[in-house]
């Protein structure tokens, strides 16, 4: 089982270390989006220096290029992508059930690659395999993510998720039986709650995936932070104290994390910082600015005076601008690494703040100025 240990609660939000294969991850922590294992525009250096604990790649990506077997040949995906730290993959039904061209049985899922159509063919017990054969920490079920937001539909998808999660229970069993038995390191697997917008159905999905038993829980199917609180407290109240939640694909606003944080939440992961990055978009404190405006021509100070990334330690405003409006590549380099070292410092010291017992306080301050 995985450990994690709680150091510090304050209502529902907590403080703790979970304790992996590759090291510790001190929650709450904000995770690396390595869809393709890399940080978009980033070297594994470089989201080392930034203060990253762990990254998230995504089985799906990795199924279509460059197969799991290259990557398990490779020793594995911290050893393919030289990240000597925590690892985490996505099942990828995310991303699958995105798709255009999808069939949906009850034994698995069709779909035609997005690079060159080819058909493939997804099952709770392949994408375990697949995950296995990646071989990150932590692996998350694989989950059906429902056709609409309506609440048949959402029900359905959910109960689909509760019977995938059964088999993919059982099969993860039996590759950490193998893995044992050959002297392998562990691997971890995490249930997703479902359920979108609906209170009934959260508590119900929760309540599932807890009766499985499984290392950690995704809470999947977040897309806002409107009416997210009310929905974490429902399922992190149902969900055991002593075991790490990871809110899936949320934290491109700081109130994702905030809000995260504060019901429960003990890591997350986002595309968003790094996107926003490479269009122009950067983070600070007083919000989000778009470095590509004209008023930044002759602005020779820095992105933020207080962050102490590369990019804002080594270079003006006016350097970004220009590197933006000449779309040189090193643009998209500075850019990435100060936003995502904003959202994980941020979620650094939602961290201290709890364990100060001043997160109401810094939450209050940080969210007035961020969203004035
Ligand atoms: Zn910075």
């Known amino acids: ?22 090291g510790d991850i001190k929650t709450p922590a904000f995770v690396g989006a390595a869809t393709r294992a890399t940080v978009k525009a980033l070297t594994m250096k470089e989201m080392n220096e930034l203060g990253s604990q762990a990254i998230l790649a995504n089985t799906y990506h990795l199924i279509l290029r ?24 996505d099942s ?6 995105s798709l255009p061209d ?3 049985t009850e034994e698995s899922v069709k779909f035609k690659s997005h690079i060159d159509g080819a058909n493939f063919e997804i099952t709770p017990e392949s994408s375990m395999q697949a995950q296995w054969a990646i071989g990150a920490d932590i692996h998350m079920a694989f989950d059906h993510l429902a056709k609409s937001e309506d609440k048949k539909d959402m029900e359905e998808a959910m109960h689909r998720t509760h019977r995938w999660l059964d088999r993919c229970v059982e099969e993860n069993q039996k590759l950490a039986n193998t893995a044992k038995k050959n002297h392998e390191k562990e691997q971890y697997l995490y249930a997703v709650v479902q ?5 009934d159905l959260r508590a119900e999905s929760a ?10 829980f995704g809470i999947g199917g977040v897309f806002t932070a409107e009416g997210m609180d009310v929905m974490l407290k429902t399922v992190n109240s149902i969900l055991p104290e002593d075991k790490p939640r990871h809110l899936l694909g949320m934290g491109q606003e ?28 950067l983070y600070t404190y007083d919000g989000r600015i778009n470095i590509k405006n004209a008023k930044y021509t002759h602005d020779f100070t820095p992105l933020m005076s207080d962050c102490d990334c590369e990019c804002c330690k080594n270079y003006t405003k006016a350097y970004l601008h220009h590197l933006f409006k000449t779309d ?7 850019a990435s690494i100060h936003n995502e070292h904003f959202v994980v410092s941020v979620t650094d010291k939602i961290r201290q703040s709890i364990l100060d017992d001043n997160f109401q306080n810094y939450k209050k301050t940080f969210l007035a100025r961020y969203y004035h």
């Open 66 to 89: 460059p197969g799991v077997e290259l990557i398990q040949e490779a020793g594995g995906l911290a050893e393919f992508c030289s990240w000597h730290k925590p690892t985490f993959t």
């Open 328 to 334: 040189e590549i090193t643009a998209k380099v500075l």
């Open 92 to 97: 990828g039904g995310f991303q699958i059930f």
């Open 207 to 216: 309540e599932y995936c807890a009766s499985k038993n499984p290392d950690g």
């Open 254 to 281: 700081p109130l994702d994390l905030f809000i995260g944080a504060e019901f429960g939440c003990d890591t997350f992961d986002c595309v968003g910082p790094t996107r926003m990055a490479r269009n122009g978009s």
């Open 195 to 199: 359920g979108g917008t609906f209170n």
């Open 102 to 104: 999808v069939k949906i």
């Open 1 to 22: 089982m995985l450990k994690f240990d709680i150091e510090k609660r304050e209502g529902l939000a907590r403080v703790g270390v979970i304790h992996t294969p590759h």
